[in-house]
């Protein structure tokens, strides 16, 4: 199986054309979320190059912004409820999530990018993000859209397999 490679194009508008190819995984720096057309990203790579982005998940940070950059900030994360199925089985595990913070700082696209947990703490995990809060990142003082990882821990206060 092939590693999976990702254009970067100097115009979103072109696509055609790719002036790069990053591995999924590449460290970038999420700048803004274009417009037009709508779906791609502004991203800053390896040696300050910019460049945009569609359809992938790469490595973006959120507290790595550019200079001119400033990273949002939490208003409201309330953490995900555990679901009874979990509990009753002793589940615990990450989800490893994908979001985007609006201008407005709301959370308008979540995308799970670990393996299932299951027994509903996925959904538990998506569903509470989205609500979350921020106060939007900004670049020259205008706020902007961001793209980010956010991981959320499922553990179990009493380790049931310890017990055993």
């Known amino acids: ?75 409201s994360r309330p953490e995900p409820p555990y679901t009874r199925e979990a509990q009753r089985n002793g589940l615990q595990g990450s989800v490893n999530l994908w979001i985007v913070i609006d201008r407005n700082g709301d959370v308008t696209d979540v995308r799970e990018v670990s393996r299932q947990l299951g027994d509903g703490l996925d959904n538990s995990a998506m569903d509470t993000v989205k609500t979350w809060k921020f106060n939007p990142a900004t670049r020259n003082g205008v706020p902007i859209a961001v793209r980010g990882a956010v991981q959320i821990d499922f553990r179990l206060a009493f380790d049931r397999t310890a017990a055993n």
């Open 1 to 75: 199986m092939s590693e999976q490679r990702i254009p970067v194009l100097s115009d979103p508008s072109d696509t055609g054309s790719s002036q790069e190819q990053l591995p999924c995984g590449a460290e970038v720096t999420f700048l803004e979320k274009v417009e037009s057309p709508p779906g791609f990203s502004k991203i800053q790579y390896g040696g300050g190059k910019v460049g945009f982005i569609s359809n992938c998940y790469l490595a973006a940070p959120i507290t790595r912004p550019l200079r001119d950059v400033v990273p949002p900030t939490s208003v």
